[in-house]
C-alpha cells in the first residue's frame, strides 16, 4: 500500500490567508505541494495585494477575495475551485473578535454585538462554507477548520473567542454527521498557540505560548508547517476514516493535568 499523497487533479480550497504567517498559507502551501489546484481567499481589498504576492507565481493557484459573512461570496469562492477541478479539500482558517473583548478580565463585560460577531465570524461561517463545499464535492470530500484548547479551558483573554471555538468544535461534530453519508468529513484541528496577525489581538498570547513551551510534553511551541502537515492528512485518503475530531497539533500541551 502506498501511503504517498497526491492530490494532483483534485481542488482545495482554503479561506483565510491574510499573510505569510497565517495558518491557512501554511496549510496551502501543503495541499499544492502535493499537487492540488489551489484557491486561497482573502477578506477584503485591503489584502489583496499581499494574496496575490503569495500565489505569484505558483502553477496552478489564484486569490479571490472572500468575506465569510457574505453567504454570495462563499458561494463565489467555492464554484471558482470547484471549476478548476473537483473540489476534495476546503481549510476553514478564519476567525474575529473585537479587540476590547479580548482583554484578561472582560469576559463578562462583552455585549451582544460584540458576543454575535464573534460568533457569527468564528463558528457560524463554517455552515455556508460546509453547505457551498458539500454540494460540490460528489465524489466526497475533506472540510477542515481551526480551533484552539481555549475553546475547552480557560485562557484569560481568550474569552468570548473560546466560546466561538466550543460553537464551532460542536458544529464540526453536528456537520460531520449531516454529511457522512455522502462521503464528506469534517474535522478541526486545534493548534497550539502561534504568532499570527489573530493572535496578536489576544491579550495575553505571549505568555500563553511561554507556558505553553514550557509545559508541552515536547517542550516546544509547534510551527504553522506542523498544522499544515495535519491539515494534509486529514485532506487526504490516509484520513478516509476520520471525521467528527478535533485533532491536536500542540505540541501535547492539551494532555497535562500539572
Ligand atoms: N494563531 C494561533 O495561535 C491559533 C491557534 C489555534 C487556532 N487558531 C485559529 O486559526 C485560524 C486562523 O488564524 P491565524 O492565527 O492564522 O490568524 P490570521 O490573522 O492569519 O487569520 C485569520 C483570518 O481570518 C480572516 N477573517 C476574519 N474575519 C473574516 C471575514 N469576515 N471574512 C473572511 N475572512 C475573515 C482574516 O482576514 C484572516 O485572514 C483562526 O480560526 C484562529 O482562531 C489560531
Not at 499537487?35 to 496552478?60: F, H
Request: contains cysteine.
Amino acid at each position: 500500500m502506498s501511503v504517498a499523497i497526491d492530490l494532483s487533479g483534485a481542488s482545495a480550497l482554503v479561506f483565510g490567508v491574510a499573510n505569510h504567517r497565517s495558518i491557512a498559507w501554511a496549510i496551502a502551501e501543503r495541499l499544492h505541494a502535493a499537487g492540488a489546484d489551489l484557491t486561497i481567499t482573502y477578506q477584503n481589498e485591503r489584502m489583496a495585494r499581499g494574496a496575490a504576492a503569495l500565489v505569484e507565481g505558483l502553477e496552478r493557484a489564484r486569490a479571490v477575495e472572500c468575506d465569510v459573512l457574505d453567504e454570495a461570496s462563499v458561494e463565489t469562492a467555492v464554484e471558482t475551485a470547484a471549476a478548476a477541478a473537483p473540489l476534495r479539500a476546503v481549510a476553514h482558517s478564519v476567525a474575529f473578535a473585537n479587540r476590547e473583548d479580548l482583554a484578561p478580565g472582560a469576559f463578562g463585560a462583552t455585549h451582544a454585538e460584540g458576543f454575535r460577531t464573534a460568533l457569527e465570524v468564528s463558528a457560524y461561517s463554517l455552515l455556508p462554507v460546509a453547505r457551498a463545499a458539500a454540494t460540490r464535492m460528489t465524489e466526497g470530500g475533506s472540510i477542515i477548520t481551526l480551533t484552539f484548547h481555549g475553546g475547552e479551558k480557560v485562557y484569560p483573554g481568550y474569552n468570548v473567542m473560546g466560546v466561538a471555538k466550543s460553537a464551532l468544535e460542536a458544529s464540526v461534530r453536528y456537520l460531520a454527521s449531516e454529511l457522512g453519508e455522502r462521503g464528506v468529513r469534517v474535522n478541526a484541528i486545534s493548534a497550539g498557540p502561534l504568532n499570527t496577525l489573530a493572535a496578536r489581538g489576544i491579550g495575553g498570547f505571549t505568555e500563553m505560548q511561554r507556558v505553553h513551551a514550557e509545559r508541552a510534553p515536547l517542550k516546544r511551541n509547534v510551527t504553522q508547517e506542523e498544522v499544515g502537515g495535519a491539515a494534509l492528512f486529514l485532506a487526504s485518503e490516509l484520513a478516509s476514516g476520520v471525521t467528527g475530531s478535533v485533532v491536536y497539533v500542540d505540541a501535547g500541551y492539551h494532555v497535562m493535568g500539572a
